[in-house]
Each structure stands twice: as C-alpha cells, then as structure tokens.
C-alpha cells in the first residue's frame, strides 16, 4: 500500500512518470512555461495524468513554501492499470464498469466494494471529472480499491469503443428508456456504464450504448443513489451468469 504524499518540481515529477509512479493529480502553476514544462506536459498526456491549473497560492499552500517550480504532484494511493493491459489478459466473458462523472468519494469507494464482491473485471474511470482515490473512499471500498484493477483514460468514449472492439455489449443504466435491465442477456461479455446521480451518463456515450435500461422504481423518489443502483445491476448480472 502506497502512503497518501506529494511531490513537488518539476524535475522530480518528471522522473516520477519515468519511473512508473503513479501520481492521482498534477497542480500547475497558472502560466507557467519553458522547456523543461514543455517536457512534462508531454508526459502529462501520454500518460493520462489528471491536471489543474491553479494560481501560486495554492502551490505555495501545497508544498508549504518549499521549491515547487511551479508544479506540485498528487502520488496516488493506489496502481492504476492501461485498458490495454486488461484486454489482452483474455478473461473469460468479462465484466467491467464504468463510472460516468460520478465525483463523490464516499459512492465511488461503495461501487468498488460492491465490484470486487461481484467479480468486476476492471473499473474504467475519466482522467478528468471522476471522484479521486482518496483516504475516504479507500475506506469506503473495505479495501476494495487495492484489489480490484482501477483504469484511468482520457475519454470515457474511446474507452467505449474499444470495448466495442472485442464485441464486448455496451449496457447503459439510465432513466432515458422504456427498456428494464430485466430484459437484457448478461450472460455474454459485458461493460455496464453508471452516470451520476446528478448529470447522468453523458449523451455522446448513451448515443453509442448498445443497449440503454432502467431499474423500475415503484415509489415516489425518482432515482436511486448510484452506489445502491450500481449495486442492484451487478448483483442482476452475477444472477443471470449463475443459472447460464
């Protein structure tokens, strides 16, 4: 297990990347430039690494007052692993899950509990807009986060298309359907999409799902809260993939 710290310069960020430590968060100084930025603002990209541009202040804050140069990086608690990596492991008929702009550590640390009891191949998150591996939903996951592989990637819709690739069905739970889950065949390799409770899942990727389902509601409430639907969809699954 990996101890909750930061690391600040450049320099050392960059042989951070190089070494393959995986770092959850990169504060940049706002304006900042030069070719030693211009170097690890290629690393930055190709390695997916979440950014934010912030004023001195918050640098200043972040490395108590000590040489940041400008960049103060976030070291993750946990291994992230490349979609590609995962893919070509071949797991018999897979299940993964991905988290559309769900941004609450407390629900993100729930669904990762309840992924790694229901067997989740991987959980597939946005680099940018997606709750961050905290101590708080380290401790929510029961300790699933360290269990199950977490892939970060750039964009949720590349993601999707590439699942799409290995004829893996895109299942999207959304309120935006008359279809019910109960009505899909889980039992072939699945990636089941959940969006937040607020915003839902994006258009662009609800527009290239293969198949768009709800859970019925019978009260008066209009939506469930993620982590609890997130929940039912998978435990729907195990049940169908248990009596195949």
Known sequence: MQQNTQIFGIRAIIEAINSGQSLEKIYIQKGLNGQLFSTLNVLLKEHSISTSYVPIEKLN???????????????????????????ERQTENP?????????????????????????VTAVIVPNQGSAP????????????AFKIPICKVNHLLDAVYELQAEDIQIVSITEKTDDTIYEIDFRKP????????????????LKISDKKVKLPLLGDIESLNVSVACGVSLYEIVRQRSIS
């Open 95 to 119: 299940l993964f899950l991905l988290l559309d702009q769900v941004t609450d550590v407390r629900n993100f640390g729930a669904i990762l509990r309840t992924a790694e009891c229901t067997n």
């Open 133 to 144: 591996i905290n101590a708080d939903a380290i401790k929510t996951s029961a300790g699933a």
């Open 190 to 205: 699945t990636a089941l999409i959940m969006g937040s409770e607020h915003k839902g899942i994006s258009p662009s990727i």
């Open 61 to 87: 804050h972040l490395s108590k007052n000590q040489n940041h140069q400008g960049v103060v990086a976030k070291i993750s608690a946990v291994e992230f692993h490349s979609l590609e990596t995962i893919l």
